[in-house]
């Protein structure tokens, strides 16, 4: 069969496969499953069982679980209350005030939390109760708290990265390392947007009473679990002797060890924690089989390189290549969740954009921002669903608030895309010791 | 009768996914230790990798029954109740129909590596077919579990999996992103 009508069929028989409301890995394995059954004369149910079991035994893995369960443990604790009275006294004084706290305060949990909605639910749950209580606008304070949420999976640790790279097959640990600078310049951008804001719209903001040094320090006290985790997390991914599943194992034990010191540690919420970890694993598991073998009968239909092969006889602007890549994640991202969405594309993405010159690690990073607008995307972006729970605002409203945030990390992606150093620099420099 | 004993058969599933997960995160910290004084765990990566496959296939049940297997419901979520059950019934039926030919190949997989006394390559071999009793166990759990949710559905009932969506849609859970 000519294989772009293949191909066009299988899109289509996945596209209904998940509007029908199929779970999305069993949608991905019959897709996967029939193509092997119709367009090749492998015998389909022993190459299946094959992919599953050798994608799913495999130890690289195995740093899923230990991040998830690492930050469902910090989310059963008081490290987010720390992070609002350890910002507070630093950050009042500058123009936009206490929104920053938002960004930094977002942008700091997600050094240890590998979510995007819970980063965005924890530092929620504390900065929007004190800010209304101050009367900050709250446009810009939901708007700043649901994209800087979405900071949780661009700073490692990041659940995303671990299911782009194992569909990848890149390195977790250069992947993590990797995303360091574009989040950073997500921050700067954000926070650069809240000063803007702060000093056009001064009169809306209200005044902080004066803050002493002492007010300061103690901050910093309150920040202290935070940063240790921090600490640990960075200077094990640079050590250059862990592998990220036993970055992720030490997280786990500083997450309890910090847990036990608050008094949130018990028999229950450790139970709970580990419980809501097996959970998101086994979810991300189920999608994990259904893409192997997705992956599989990719392999033996050629899909992929022959559409490599077309797009770069096309001879397109790289630039032209990512532009149209964005629109397609855009789309995607409004009905699919991120792990479905990277597992689904990949394969199929990756060998065109290295063809057109892209690094896999950029392409890497590339996919989280666009799962970040994903949680930013009605009708079903998580961020925005937390943002309406603790808000009780509609959708509408919340999407507005959230769009200057949206458009910013844009703006980051077609930096990235002039600047591709920003992404591959500090990698290679690790990769280099 | 029936309906505690398969409650108890989930519940067990769950239980030994949340013991391989500590396990995991046990050998791993025994394995930094290791390298430290000078005495590495053999063949720790495979282990991982097996619990890995245990906690994965094990937690499977609990997943679906908890509403954590996610799935696009902007249609579901749309239209009236009866052309909603008839879709519900056609997706549970096709996925007891895809979990249970995945279930036969994989237990037939287990059966010929058994056959063919294979072992793994690492500094401690081990026989393959051993931690492939991890995938069928958890894959028959799980069938039987969609089963129990399809026979929920054709007795006029909503499915766990369902009422735990529906809770999902007015409190904060856990998501990978």
Redesign the interface.
């Known amino acids: 069969m000519d294989l772009t009508l293949a191909a066009l069929l299988m899109l289509g028989f996945l596209l209904v496969a ?10 991905l ?2 897709t996967g499953a029939a193509a092997i059954a119709f367009l090749t004369p492998a015998p389909v ?2 190459m ?3 992919a ?2 050798g994608d ?4 690289t ?2 740093a899923l ?2 991040f ?2 690492m930050g ?1 443990i910090l ?1 059963r604790t008081r490290v987010s209350d720390g992070l609002f009275r350890g910002l507070a006294p630093w950050l009042g004084g500058i123009p936009g005030r206490l929104l920053h706290v938002n960004v930094f305060g977002c942008a700091m949990f997600s050094a240890v939390c590998g ?4 980063t965005c ?1 924890t530092v929620s749950r504390i900065a929007l109760p004190e800010l209304r209580k101050r009367g900050y606008p709250e446009p810009i304070t939901i708007g700043s708290l649901a994209g800087a949420g979405t900071l ?2 661009l700073f490692p640790p990041s ?2 990265m671990i ?1 782009y790279a194992v569909a990848a097959d890149v390195s977790i640990l250069h992947l993590f390392i990797a995303g360091i600078l574009p989040g950073l310049l997500v921050t700067a951008l954000f926070s650069t947007y809240i000063l803007g804001y702060g000093l056009a719209r001064g009169d809306a903001i209200p005044r902080e009473t004066g803050v002493t040094w002492r007010q300061r320090l103690r901050g910093l006290r309150d920040l202290a679990p935070c940063l240790v985790l921090i600490v640990g997390v960075i200077a094990g991914m640079f050590s250059g ?2 592998t990220a ?2 970055v ?3 997280g ?2 500083g997450a309890l060890i910090i847990a036990a010191l608050m008094g949130t540690l018990n028999w229950r919420t450790f ?1 709970e924690s ?14 994990l089989q259904g893409s192997s073998v997705l992956s599989a009968s990719m392999a033996f239909t050629g899909i992929p390189k022959a559409l490599a092969q077309w797009v770069a006889t096309m001879q397109l602007n790289p630039y032209v290549l990512i532009g149209a890549l964005c629109v397609v994640y855009l789309i995607l991202g409004t ?6 969405m990277i597992l689904l594309t990949t394969s199929i993405a990756l060998p065109m954009v290295v063809a057109a010159g892209f690094d896999p690690l950029w392409f890497g990073i590339f996919i989280v921002i666009m ?1 970040e607008l ?2 930013l995307s009605p ?2 972006g ?1 961020n925005l ?2 943002l309406q ?1 603790m808000t009780g605002r509609d959708q509408l409203y919340v999407t507005r608030a959230t769009i200057p945030f949206f458009l910013l990390l844009v703006v980051a992606v077609a930096i990235l895309a002039v600047f591709p150093e920003i992404v591959t620099w500090l990698p290679k420099k690790v990769m280099a010791r | 009768m029936m309906r505690k004993a398969l409650d108890a058969l989930y519940a067990a599933s ?1 239980a030994a ?2 013991a391989f ?2 396990l ?2 046990a050998l ?2 025994a ?2 230790l290791g ?1 430290l004084i000078g005495k590495p765990v053999p063949s720790a ?2 282990f ?6 245990g ?3 094990l ?2 049940t ?2 679906l029954r ?1 509403g ?9 979520t749309r239209v009236a109740p009866a052309p909603r059950r008839a ?2 019934i ?2 549970a039926a ?2 007891v129909l ?2 249970g ?2 279930t ?3 237990t ?2 287990m059966l010929d590596t058994r056959a063919f006394g294979e072992y793994t390559l690492g500094v401690v071999p081990m026989k393959k077919w051993v ?2 009793t991890f ?1 069928v166990t958890g894959l028959v759990v799980f069938l039987i579990a969609l089963v129990d949710e399809l026979v929920r559905l054709l007795r006029g009932r909503k499915p766990l999996y369902v009422a735990r969506e529906e809770e999902a849609a ?3 859970g ?4």
Do not use: K
Request: charge should be negative.
């Open positions: 998940l509007a029908l409301g199929l779970w999305i890995g069993l949608a394995l019959v149910g022993v299946a069982a094959t599953i079991w799913s035994n495999d130890w893995l195995t679980p230990m998830l369960w469902e989310y979510s995007s909605t819970a639910a949780g999976i659940i995303i299911v002797v862990a599943t036993e992720g194992a030490l786990v034990l139970i580990a419980y809501s970890a097996v959970a998101v694993t086994c979810m991300i598991g189920l999608i009905a699919l969740e991120g792990v479905g799962t994903s949680t009708p079903v998580f669903f937390v729970l | 769950g996914a949340v997960l500590i995991i995160a791993t910290i394995q930094m390298r990566d495979d991982a990798g097996f619990c890995m496959a906690a994965v296939f937690g499977m609990y997943t908890s954590g297997h996610i799935r696009v419901l902007t249609l579901l879709l519900e056609l997706c096709a996925s895809i979990v030919t995945v036969w190949y994989a037939a997989m931690p492939m995938m007015t409190s904060i856990s998501t990978a992103e």
